[in-house]
């Protein structure tokens, strides 16, 4: 295990020892031991595409409003076309994400300005959609998030697919052509580019995983909440850069991966919920997530890759 | 009466590990002349200069200019004494206008407690643009001059400097200027060179013989790091400067031409008047199985950009490429690759190799997706195979998986090449292969190479030096200014570097 | 690759291109002239002159940093946040303050005080400015959700209001704000030696490092600069609102960067000036008044906005200097 994934475990377990010591009783509880997973999953799902961004090099900001919009389809879609909502909204997930991919590689705007403005389009489509207000799931229609809600003890449904995914993206990364190439274009895209690579493909299919993040995020969202929300993503989007980041991603890219993104998940989630158990207003929670994260930014950013501080 | 000289540079010895680049170099350059400064790549031309810049510290040796030993530490301190380098990169902003470019940097000189007093700097810069009558606006954006009015504006920044500094002569020195220019501005450089005569002097590099002999009034040839001859105007011509040049005794063995082999007679590859504006035009040749071809050629002969071009990097404007008989358009590195083409870039460690990546990663690069059984990577063979080629090229690496950045030069250099031996490529375009390799694995990657064509590998080389060059290859195809002067073979009996010499300057 | 060509770049489209947004946005008056003659009354342009500020100040700021090749992503929070600071010290329902015009030097320092944070990070940590920006504008958020418990900070003294509502005759006072900070903004880009080097940065910034230019306090600067600006404009929205509210200015980053993109200044840096800011703002007001004239629901401006900005990112983007694609 390299050692910045040990740094990451390390303040994970030091997080829970501490909360576990001193609220046993409200921090061990089955009720908040859902509700940390709760927050963890979503972040963690929605973080496995923007991981695959990251390491090469670029960034996604189009996250939360992915996510607003999302949420918002599937209720829909699970109103109108039950079951089928869940293939359709993939589906948008991949076309979106195919979306800002093309927007990077073909048009070649810079992925932080390029997913800025089209995360501008997908709010948009999110409050067309919705006029506004959030949508509730009509009771016919709960059925279809049973199995991501039915409980085994405090673990949900949507935890062990959230794990499944973890498995399953981890295995992508370690062992397919795709996961080796990410990592060798993040750490010398020439290079890789000089030896015959499809790099364009590679960073396009990194944008698609991403938008096929945030779809399968909006689905545990929603299986939580029961409605869409046309507002509910935006804070996801610094969580989640937090997630990615903290575990040991570099900005820089080349380094780090999803099994780091797992423990900072867990190290984001950890710090939000360990507030809320303390008591403390969880209006702090966004300055400390703010205040780690730039942290951890500069702490594994690779100087030798930085030539010029834009 | 003798002039004093404005400036001397004596006895200059700088050494990299492993190579001497300067050996006891002296120059003097006096007031108002052009001094001419050539020699082969590699002779140490640049070097001299930016030891003269700043950039560089001499090991040894002494550095006067007007009579007054001088240390130079950093390229600030070489402007402010009066001593720039324009350089073909050049320094300056082009989305800024002409007189923010002149003064950039300095526009203390201009302002009171931070507002600046544009009409004076404005007024500055038109007196100076009259000085080389060019019809230069100063209001003019850089982005819509030309390159030599670039290169004007930039000459007449560091003249300005110096007269700030009361440096009365300033010394300028221009690295390869005229190689993006056409033949009227550079008949127009000269006439504006001359004129500044007055006030400036100017060292002029160039593989341009022809100009050098035009316009400089003494010139120096280097030669593997040291002097080696110095002319005044009238005593030198183009050819003697080509025998100055080169000259050194020619070992074959090195280059293991006892294995050279003959070319097979099935063309691989053949290009049909290739052309792209401002590189190279009317590139026609036959790259034959097995053979070696050597692209031979000094900087701004098109060399480099028209292996750039083979390898998808750089579009064609006209011109046709066959492969095996079948026309193709290369687009892309990618494509270049899938048509059975690969590159061996100059710069290894930014283009070469994925440092951070382990050996047996960067050798399988290119063909993951051949090494896959379905969706997944199929480890083992990729190790298997790796380790093959560790043991048949012998690369010295603790074991496949140590990462490539703690691998010597010449070792990660035949990582580079055992990633094309594998992916079995039909045409290898090879780009300095051995720059930066010590003597014992040069020797071995010559012999790589000769296994290569063994193989029916096709190699086009662009090497060090003329006897890479003229010893490797099958045959040798000189350029000059983008156009191809020869095609020479070198199967039968090797050419004297002075007979290719011609050719190439 | 070492092997590079400088080519001659000369004008692409001359005259036409230079001034291609002024162009675009003289014609998009005379269009929606013609498609809704309301949008021509005299009510309607004052209501426009309106809308121009305080947005106007925020994409001025972000107009000097993408100039100097970097961006900013904290409008929003530190907006929110001064405006607050704004609305704890002048008269207003939840204590005794009662500093009137003092007010908004606070508002000043508070937006320095992060701006120059932003430059610091840049500067000590080297993180680049999307996500040192990005973190802390969700910190200033914080910091603001956290002071007022989320709700608005009502005021109540008249005469601060109108700032953001009073009216010199017909032209709004705020307006009058807004053009005096982009006359000073002119004047510090074209007439001294720092608005030139901010210009120099975003060209190449080695370059401008290696002839003496001191790059990091440029940079510092600016963030600093952009920081003092969002105070200003956090001032103002709170004496238009009414309240000092941290979601108030939800939708400026968008717009301020939107304004500064269809006015002509470049993304990559390097490109651009005060009056192209003038009139990306405008661009942008006018578009978004068409819109509302024509009935289109403010859901669907954001993105109509969106597929603008990038349409003209793609168009406009200098692809020469962007070696590597991030």
Not at chain 1, 71 to 97: E, H, I, Q, R, S
Request: charge should be positive; glycine fraction near 10%; charged fraction near 15%.
């Amino acid at each position: 295990m390299g050692k910045d994934k040990i740094l990451a475990l390390s303040v994970v377990i030091f997080i829970f020892l501490v909360l576990s010591i001193t609220n046993p009783g409200s921090f061990l509880s089955a009720y908040n031991m859902e509700a940390l997973l709760e927050y963890a999953t979503t972040y963690f799902v929605a973080g496995i595409g923007l991981t695959f961004v990251i390491m090469i090099g670029s960034i996604d900001l189009s996250i939360g409003s992915l996510l607003s919009l999302f949420t918002v389809l599937f209720v829909l879609f699970l109103n109108a076309f039950g079951f089928w909502a869940y293939p359709l909204v993939l589906f948008l997930g991949a076309v979106l994400g195919l979306a800002n991919g093309i927007i990077f590689t073909r048009l070649k705007i810079p992925s932080f300005i390029g997913t800025f403005g089209a995360a501008g389009v997908y709010q948009s489509l999110a409050l067309i959609v919705s006029r506004g207000k959030p949508i509730g799931v009509k009771p016919v229609a709960f059925a279809y998030l049973d199995f991501l809600n039915f409980h085994l003890g405090f673990l949900k449904g949507s935890h062990m697919l959230s794990f499944l995914l973890f498995v399953l993206f981890l295995i992508v990364q370690y062992y397919t052509p795709f996961g080796r190439y990410v990592y060798a274009v993040g750490n010398s895209e020439q290079a890789t580019n000089l030896s015959g690579v499809r790099v364009a493909r590679i960073k396009t299919l990194c944008f698609v995983i991403s938008g096929l993040s945030s779809a399968l995020a909006s689905f545990i969202l929603v299986a939580r909440m029961f409605s869409g929300d046309p507002t509910v993503g935006a804070p996801y989007q610094l969580q989640v850069i937090a997630a990615c980041v903290v575990g040991g991603t570099a900005l820089t890219g080349g380094v780090g991966g999803i099994f780091n993104t797992l423990l900072g998940t867990f190290v984001v989630a950890l710090i939000g919920n360990g507030l809320n158990v303390v008591g403390v207003d969880v209006y702090y929670q966004l300055i400390i997530t703010g205040v780690i994260t730039m942290v951890a930014v500069a702490l594994t950013l690779d100087r030798s890759k930085v030539f010029v501080v834009k | 009466m003798e002039k004093q000289p404005l400036l001397v540079m004596r006895g200059i010895c700088k050494n990299f590990p492993g190579v001497k680049a300067l050996d006891q170099v002296s120059i003097e350059v006096f007031p108002q002349e052009i001094v001419g400064l050539v020699g082969e790549n590699g002779a140490g031309k640049s070097t001299l200069m930016k030891v003269l810049a700043g950039i560089y510290q001499p090991d040894s040796g002494e550095i006067l200019f007007n009579g007054q030993q001088v240390s130079i530490a950093s390229p600030r301190q070489a402007r402010s004494m009066g001593i720039a380098m324009v350089f073909q990169e050049q320094a300056v902003l082009p989305n800024l206008t002409v007189y923010e470019n002149i003064f950039l940097g300095n526009e203390k000189k201009f302002s009171n407690a931070g507002i600046v007093n544009r009409e004076r700097m404005i007024r500055e810069a038109e007196q100076l643009l009259q000085e080389i009558n060019m019809g230069i606006s100063p209001y003019a954006y850089l982005h819509e001059l030309s390159f030599m009015e670039r290169q004007m504006v930039e000459i007449l920044r560091n003249i300005w400097l110096s007269r700030q500094a009361d440096v009365q002569n300033p010394l300028i020195v221009l690295d390869e200027p005229t190689t993006v220019l056409e033949e009227k501005e550079v008949e127009l450089l000269f006439t504006k060179l001359r004129e500044l005569k007055k006030h400036i002097s100017v060292i002029y590099i160039s593989h341009r013989l022809r100009e050098v002999v035009e316009l400089c009034d003494r010139v120096y040839v280097m030669k593997d790091g040291k002097n080696a001859a110095c002319f005044s105007r009238g005593e030198f011509d183009e050819d003697l400067l080509r025998t100055k040049m080169v000259g050194r005794e020619f070992h074959g063995e090195y280059y293991l031409v006892s294995e050279q082999r003959q070319p097979a007679a099935r063309v691989v590859l053949e290009l049909e008047k290739c052309t792209r504006r401002g590189a190279f035009q009317d590139v026609s040749f036959q790259l034959h199985e097995g053979e070696i071809i050597s692209i031979c050629g000094v900087v701004g002969s098109g060399k480099e950009e028209l292996c750039l071009a083979l390898f998808g990097l750089l579009p064609l404007d006209s011109g046709k490429i066959y492969l095996d008989g079948r026309a193709v358009e290369i687009s892309s590195p990618a494509q270049a690759f899938a048509l059975g083409i690969g590159y061996i870039p100059e710069d290894r460690r930014n283009d070469g190799l994925v440092l951070n990546l382990p050996v047996y990663e960067n050798i399988t690069i290119s063909i993951l997706y051949r090494l896959s059984r379905g969706p997944f990577l199929n480890r083992g063979t990729q190790l298997s195979l790796s380790q093959q080629m560790i043991e048949k090229l012998r690369i010295k690496t603790p074991s496949a998986l140590a990462l490539c950045r703690n691998l010597s030069g010449g070792n990660q250099q035949k990582v580079v090449l055992s990633k094309w031996l594998l992916s079995r490529v039909k045409v290898l375009i090879m780009s300095h292969p051995t720059r930066g390799v010590d003597v014992g694995a040069k020797h071995e990657i010559y012999a790589l190479i000769r296994e290569l064509t063994r193989q029916g590998m096709a190699i086009i080389l662009i090497g060090d030096s003329f006897e890479e060059d003229i010893g490797l290859a099958n045959r040798i195809v000189t350029m000059k200014d983008g156009k191809i002067t020869g095609i020479l073979d070198a199967t039968t009996s090797k050419p004297n570097p002075s007979e290719l010499i011609r050719y190439v300057v | 690759m070492s092997v590079t060509r400088v080519e001659v770049r000369k004008r692409k489209f001359g005259f036409l291109g230079e001034n291609a947004s002024l162009i675009a946005l003289v014609l998009l008056s005379v269009f929606l002239s013609i498609v809704n003659p309301r949008f021509f009354t005299l009510d309607n342009l004052f209501n426009i002159l309106d809308l121009v500020s305080p947005l106007g100040i925020t994409a001025l700021a972000m107009g000097f940093v993408l100039m100097a090749g970097s961006i900013d992503l904290s409008v929003e929070g530190v907006v929110g946040l001064s405006g607050i600071v704004a609305s704890f010290l002048v008269k207003n329902f939840s204590n005794q303050n009662d500093f009137g015009f003092f007010s908004i030097f606070f508002c000043l320092f508070t937006g320095l005080g992060f701006g120059l944070l932003n430059g610091f990070l840049l500067y000590r940590f080297k993180i680049p400015s999307f996500m040192a920006t990005l973190g802390v504008g969700f910190i200033t958020t914080g910091v603001g959700i956290l002071v007022t418990r989320g709700n608005p900070i009502v005021i109540t003294d008249w005469s601060f209001r109108q700032i953001g509502m009073g009216k010199v005759g017909v032209v709004p006072v705020a307006f009058i704000l807004t053009m005096g900070v982009f006359f000073l903004a002119w004047f510090l880009s074209e007439r001294t030696v720092f608005g030139r080097y901010v210009l120099a940065i975003g060209g190449d910034e080695a370059i401008a490092r290696d002839l003496g230019i001191n790059v990091n306090r440029v940079k510092i600067g600016v963030f600093g600069l952009a920081g003092a600006l969002y105070g200003f404009a956090g001032a103002i929205l709170t004496a238009k609102l009414g309240s000092g509210d941290i979601n108030a200015p939800i939708g400026f980053t968008f717009d301020s960067i939107g304004s500064c993109v269809l006015g002509g200044i470049a993304i990559t840096g390097g490109m651009g000036n005060v009056p192209k800011v003038l009139i990306g703002i405008f661009t942008l007001t006018i578009l978004r008044n068409g819109m509302i004239l024509m009935g289109i629901s403010p859901y669907v401006q954001q993105g109509v906005i969106g597929m603008i900005l990038i349409a003209t990112v793609a168009l406009t983007i200098d692809r020469k200097k962007i070696k590597i694609m991030k």
